[in-house]
């Protein structure tokens, strides 16, 4: 087990961990976000740089820092590193420009986007963004592509975060789709036109951080936080069959996979990860057709969630102050950080 | 006895002045008589109207732009802030020709307000990221019947003839904003028509 300290909380992990997951053992606010990184994906992460975090001390073998903010999904830690996050006012700067970048060619459509809500950047850009934009063109667009009846592209959302085309190459044979051109010019597309028609590529939407993969099924049909969402299951014979739908009265809105806290598909009780097939996702649009289990946790990316925002300032302060030390059993107090106000 | 408030009633004998009715009567008459020249609390409606506050909040209006496509897109921001939820509404999406009738790729195809449940509160138009509904001087009228209170699209979208003068309900920065033609949803069907079209 090595011993990692991360804004100033110990824990011991197995080698090989990463600094994210690290952080995610430990929870609360000291996670970075992740914009690319899916755990239940293999190779992803290191293309968004949300997920920068300070290394103040390499290992306790090698006390020197690291030169500059390492991306904590694919940096592994070392016995007695020591990282920073939310309590490094740097690193949280250099947040605020990675954000600003994804936001320059992202179009300004959250009214009409369907993942408004539960959008990953949203949360992003408004917990560690700028309130402006320094850019002055205009943005990227694309003209409009066709994959497939049940699934809406919309490219000028993307962000390249790679995470559809893993799923397309993990869980489907025959991946039909990729990021085609380079640079400025790269998109998501299928090359020659093609509908995505794979039993699992409905995963894809499930794994889009924004807004670019959306449901046709569901589109424009309700905002998310007027539904609501209620975990079920039903005997399926190509996947796991344990879905979350998203209710409107008796009305099945949606269906999609189970999410956790940090958006992303949950396991099952053998370990698996509960992607769903595509009948399940887009044919079973009756209560009948499920069995419901229990209103579903409302996760920390939803509107729903009261005071969502506000536990990035107001938490520990109180209890440490009543009580003299961090009570047991609670993860996410820390010490007084860079954004706690009082801090000086 | 608790409060020290209370009081002796002393049943006291009139004098002869308030005996005397007379003087009572007078007083009373001086009264009534200076009210005559004095300003009126009512007006004569509807012939005269009282002036309103420049910031009077009364029946909603929902804008067209300039080119007279509907500003609303349906993002029910409106909707979640209305703390009487008075607002319903439905989406649909913009069909290809439609661009001069709807400005976004989503529009309202229903939009109703119940008249009986709001309470002109003006959060509707302070959610409202597209500058698309605006609570204006108009008095919503009184009727018999409850279900002419849910006003509809027809009665809150502005006719195309007759804008709806919101001015006043927009400050200077507010109107900056509307007019900075680099932010996209700015831009009207015209403004991305017309460059194209001087091209050719």
Redesign the interface.
């Known amino acids: 087990m090595l011993k990692v300290t991360i804004d100033d909380i110990p824990v011991e992990v197995p080698e090989g961990t990463t600094i994210l997951q690290a952080a995610r053992m430990i929870g609360g606010d000291i996670v970075p976000p992740a914009m690319c990184y899916h755990s239940k994906l293999k190779t992803s992460g290191g293309y968004c740089r949300t997920c920068i975090v300070k290394v103040e001390q390499g290992s306790a073998k090698d006390p020197r820092p690291m030169p500059k903010p390492v991306a904590s999904c694919r940096t592994t830690v070392m016995d007695g590193m020591v990282v920073r996050n939310i309590t490094s006012p740097e690193n949280l700067e250099a947040r605020a420009g990675v954000v600003e970048f994804l936001l320059l060619n992202h179009?300004?459509?959250?009214?009409?986007c369907d993942q408004?809500g539960e959008c990953h950047l949203q949360d992003l850009s408004y917990e560690n963004g700028k309130a402006e934009t320094r850019y002055?063109f205009d943005?990227r667009e694309y003209e409009p592509t066709d994959i497939g009846d049940k699934i809406k592209l919309h490219m000028n959302r993307c962000i390249l975060c790679y995470r559809c085309v893993k799923v397309a190459d993990q869980l489907t044979d025959g991946r039909c789709h990729g990021v085609i051109n380079r640079g400025e010019a790269a998109e998501i597309s299928t090359y020659i036109e093609k509908a995505i028609d794979n039993d699992f590529s409905g995963n894809m939407i499930d794994v889009c951080p924004v807004g670019a993969l959306t449901d046709k099924t569901f589109?424009?049909?309700?905002?998310v936080?007027?539904t609501n969402p209620v975990d079920a299951h039903r005997n399926c014979d190509k996947c796991c069959g344990k879905v979350r739908l998203w209710n409107q009265g008796e009305e099945v809105l949606r269906v999609t996979a189970r999410k956790d806290e940090f958006g992303e598909v949950m396991d099952n009780e053998d370990g698996s990860t509960a992607w769903i097939c595509n009948e399940c996702r887009y044919d079973k649009k009756n209560l009948s057709d499920w069995t419901i289990e229990g209103p579903a946790k409302i996760n920390r990316h939803s509107v729903i969630s009261a005071n969502h925002y506000d536990t990035l300032k107001n938490i520990q302060k109180t209890t440490i102050k009543m009580m003299g030390s961090k009570p047991h059993g609670v993860k996410s107090e820390l010490g007084a950080g860079p954004l706690d106000p009082n801090n000086q | 006895m608790l409060t020290n408030r209370s009081k002796q009633v002393v049943k006291r004998e009139m004098t002869w002045l308030e005996r005397a009715y007379f003087p009572a009567i007078l007083s009373g008459m001086a009264i009534t008589f200076k009210h005559i020249f004095m300003r009126k609390a009512t007006v004569k409606y509807p012939e005269q109207t009282r002036e309103f506050a420049p910031v009077y909040r009364g029946q909603h209006v929902l804008k067209r732009d300039e080119a007279g496509a509907e500003r609303c897109?349906?993002?029910?921001?409106c909707?979640?802030s209305c703390p009487a939820e008075a607002i319903t509404m439905t989406?649909?999406?913009r069909q290809k020709g439609e661009e001069s009738l709807y400005r976004?790729?989503?529009y309202a195809s229903k939009y109703e307000i119940n008249m009986l449940r709001c309470i002109f509160c003006g959060l509707c138009e302070e959610a409202c990221?597209?500058e698309a509904i605006f609570l204006t001087d108009r008095i919503v009228p009184s009727t018999f019947e409850r279900d002419s209170f849910i006003y509809g699209k027809d009665k809150l979208v502005e006719p195309k003839d007759q804008p709806v003068d919101v001015s006043k309900r927009q400050t200077p920065a507010v109107l900056a904003f509307k007019n900075d033609k680099?932010?996209?949803?700015n831009r009207t069907f015209l403004d991305k028509v017309l460059p194209k079209a001087k091209h050719h």
């Open positions: 179009p300004l459509d959250c009214p009409v408004a002055d943005k589109r424009f049909k309700s905002r936080w007027y | 897109t349906a993002c029910g921001l909707a979640v989406a649909a999406e976004e790729e989503k990221p597209k680099k932010h996209k949803h």
